[in-house]
């Protein structure tokens, strides 16, 4: 595993990638019928316009647009505000927001039933390990899995997204319109956790909030074809604690002597001891009072699809691919699993002060910071979570340390139920590639705007494969090889198709 | 205060300054009689030969020798000892350690007694924050106090050193001899720790110990020319421990995304742990078994010195000057002073894991690394110490922790009653500067190596008065200007010229 850079859709890939034990028993979603439509004039158009439709991703991939860089960023978002117009978007707007700005569209197909299609436009930076030479040629690259799309965007999240507009592109020339109304909410920070995004949709809350689902295209198939449904993500709060010296003792000023640690406080054991009032002694367990009363049990059909993942679940293989030799409190199987989903951390991403360079400088320092996170699991909101650690330490004696909130968003989920996964679910099946669903991952995005400001159902995810997102030699895969079970391009745009229809046919609320 | 390399001489310089109260009440100082001894004809040598010692002093300072960055520091070495050659030194050689060579030299007066003056000849680096062009020019500047020479190593620690030399140089050109016989051990590796001072000790360790006492020039007094005269160092423990992901749990090969710590054992949790049950939740006890158990009850002459600094221990000044607001405990006055010599310390110098850039980036780190050091008065031995620390990490199941030892020495002290510290009050209260006495310093110097490697009685202080150790701007007080009480560099070797005839009539053992 690599290092992942905070919530974001990279993290949860790999996280997928990783945490999914195959599926089996208990609930069994190819008991949900496939999709029965079939749309051969628009697939066929799909067939012939196949080197014009990788053309487009090869366009999108080209027009560079780091975030975190400010590379390119505007000139993407105008270049896929051009994209809708040129698709039939009636209504098309860049929308300015305090970092990048947003892109908005909609498509008034006078169809009965509306979807709500989110984008991120942004990419992360890259690095010089590249196989090959420029990351934003739009190069295609041979793989024993088949012929890739290469390049920083590819799948993460330039190449499902505008395989989803091509497959749009296709049902409009070919029938004239499109079966549902469509908006596109897109934005160009996901890769920086998304800080804006609720500017982006703050005009247009009482429109999208009249939509009858919400769906973020995604590569979520193995090159064996296995895909994964995740039906939501764990909230987060993100915060550093921090203590310094002041009124209740220690050096407030600057770094003192460390031999005067016999007269003065140390700031850095203070958080120290604070972080440790936290936890249990093993660091496992959440010792704030309240912490774990928000946990709800699983529903039934939850508890189905715990069952069904605990019946193939792996634990070594993947405490292996983690390189740990156990899971916290000897869990395995299902236990493992509810754990994973149903429960809260208290995690120490980062912990500093004082000296950390070489030899024995010897200093008492003056402060002590930590940045902590904790995930949170449907139910336990963030503004309960800190409230409740704000209390926890007031009332151990740690009232003096200052804990700033830098993140903090609830959990986002939509039921196995809902019609809308019913779709989803019934259009990978088709594909003879029924997933593996989870009520949710055990990370964190912020899909509240979805479930929580748009109180739309909403799903993630799709046919298609992709890998390498925030890494070097990124891709997509574009032709299958012999043997490759995923979905090429052509597939994939054909998936997008019957995904709209079926979604017009009744799917969403 | 500011940041203090390890345990070196500056350190405790700085620390003297800062931690003194203005002593009074109980054991008086002053009532020692003053040195009785007039040497008048080496006095008036002095007097006639001081620009040429002043020069002496300069070209020492001009020798660079700064030991962390391999400057000049060997060209010094061979200065020192063609300097002991000239003076009259029979015996002198460079000795070869493992890292910068030491200097040894004897003179052999034919006398019933005989010192060891320890001298470092090594110097801190610079940086360019001086208000003079070259710190390592010899240059004379006017300050308020006086006319000084402001170099690197000014005060810390050729100028007396060499100081002490001319004195040398002064009795026999005047006497044809010395009142003592002479060993000087000088290292170049003092700034560094004193890692090697063992090697350079080793070839005349039989030797050293037959003699009578040692002593190291130092200029310890103020402006307004109070003198401070400590009796000793604490000893330090200083280490790393650190928790990594391994048999235990957690990750062991590298940091994982922060979503796993729901099922993943934290490292950085585990240091924090493990550090928080080695001491009371303020911090300020240590929890470790048997740890306060060899103090021992002050002596009745260190009770009297701890008196006589409660007399007037001003608290609240020394506090401003850290800038804390208070002591541990609510201490003050005897308590706080019986305190700071009498009780180890646990001080965590230095922490890190996992991320520490801006933002918030969600891992869960596979290790974490605390500096953490222990002050040691007389009576908790190094080794002793170390394997307590062990013993209640193994206790407490902790026993994954690796502990490394990076520095470990105990205390040394000279008790109040003995000859040598007798004469050297005596010489002070002769110059008018009777000294603030303590038993010993909290911080910590290896002079463990005189009191106990060599079992001779220590002292470390002298008239002079010196600034800037560690820092731009280093000055030795050369010609004290009208209302400055703080000896000049004549006074200050007419006062070791009164030493070494001091400890000639009966001092040492």
Redesign the interface.
């Known amino acids: 595993?690599?290092?992942?850079?905070?919530?974001s859709i990279a993290?949860l890939t790999?996280?997928l990638i990783a945490a999914q034990p195959a599926a089996g028993g208990g609930f069994d979603p190819a008991e949900i019928p496939a999709y029965a439509g079939e749309h051969e004039a628009v697939y066929a158009r799909i067939d012939s316009e196949i080197e014009q439709h990788l053309g487009q991703l090869q366009r999108w991939v080209r027009q560079r647009s780091i975030s975190a860089q400010d590379d390119g960023v505007r000139e993407m978002a105008e270049l896929l505000a051009a994209d809708l117009r040129q698709l039939g978007f009636a209504e098309v707007s860049l929308v300015e927001t305090r970092g990048h700005p947003g892109v908005f569209g909609y498509y008034d197909a006078g169809a009965e039933r509306t979807v709500v299609v989110y984008m991120m436009y942004d990419v992360q930076p890259v690095d010089p390990d590249w196989r090959i030479e420029d990351p934003f040629s739009g190069e295609l690259v041979e793989l024993p899995i088949g012929r890739v799309l290469m390049a920083r965007g590819a799948t993460n999240q330039k190449g499902p997204q505008r395989a989803f507009l091509n497959a749009v592109d296709a049902i409009r020339k070919e029938t004239g319109g499109l079966p549902v109304n469509l908006y596109v909410v897109a934005e160009g920070e996901e890769e920086l956790?998304s800080p804006n995004f609720g500017e982006v949709l703050a005009p247009y809350i009482e429109r999208l909030r009249k939509a009858d689902a919400a769906f973020f295209p995604m590569n979520l198939q193995r090159p064996s074809g296995e895909a994964t449904l995740n039906l939501g993500v764990?909230g987060?709060i993100?915060f550093e604690l921090e203590a310094r010296?002041?009124?209740?003792?220690?050096?407030?000023?600057?770094?003192?002597?460390?031999?005067?640690?016999?007269?003065?406080?140390?700031p850095?054991?203070?958080l120290?001891?604070a972080?440790?009032?936290m936890?249990s002694?093993?660091?496992?367990t959440i010792m704030i009072e309240g912490y774990y009363d928000p946990i709800r049990e699983p529903s039934t059909s939850e508890r189905a699809l715990i069952e069904r993942q605990a019946a193939t679940a792996d634990d070594a293989a993947l405490q292996k691919a983690?390189?740990?030799?156990?899971?916290?409190d000897g869990?395995t199987g299902r236990e493992?699993i509810e754990?994973?989903l149903f429960?809260?951390?208290?995690?120490?991403?980062?912990?500093?002060?004082?000296?950390?360079g070489e030899?024995?400088?010897?200093?008492?320092?003056?402060k002590?910071?930590a940045?902590i996170?904790s995930?949170l699991p449907p139910g336990l909101e963030p503004e309960a979570a800190y409230a409740m650690i704000r209390r926890h330490l007031d009332k151990?004696?740690f009232g003096d340390l200052s804990l700033r909130p830098?993140?903090g968003y609830p959990a986002a989920h939509t039921p196995v139920e809902d019609p809308l996964v019913q779709a989803v679910i019934g259009v990978l099946n088709k594909y003879g590639a029924t997933p593996e669903v989870s009520p949710w991952?055990?990370?964190?995005a912020p899909f509240y705007q979805f479930t929580r400001t748009l109180d739309l159902p909403f799903v993630f995810g799709g046919l298609g494969h992709g890998s390498g997102a925030h890494a070097p030699d990124e891709y997509m895969l574009i032709e299958p090889a012999e043997g490759t079970r995923a979905a090429g391009l052509a597939e994939l745009e054909k998936s997008y198709v019957d995904l709209l229809y079926a979604l017009s046919e009744g799917a969403g609320r």
């Open positions: 595993m690599r290092r992942l850079l905070g919530p993290a790999a996280a956790g764990k987060i993100y010296g002041g009124d209740w003792g220690g050096p407030s000023r600057n770094d003192i002597h460390g031999s005067y640690k016999v007269l003065v406080d140390s850095a054991l203070r120290i001891q972080i440790a009032s936890t002694k093993d660091g496992n983690l390189g740990t030799s156990r899971w916290i869990l493992a754990r994973h429960h809260p951390t208290l995690n120490v991403n980062g912990i500093w002060s004082g000296y950390t030899g024995t400088k010897t200093v008492l320092p003056h002590a910071v940045k996170d995930r151990h004696g830098m993140s991952l055990a990370g964190s």
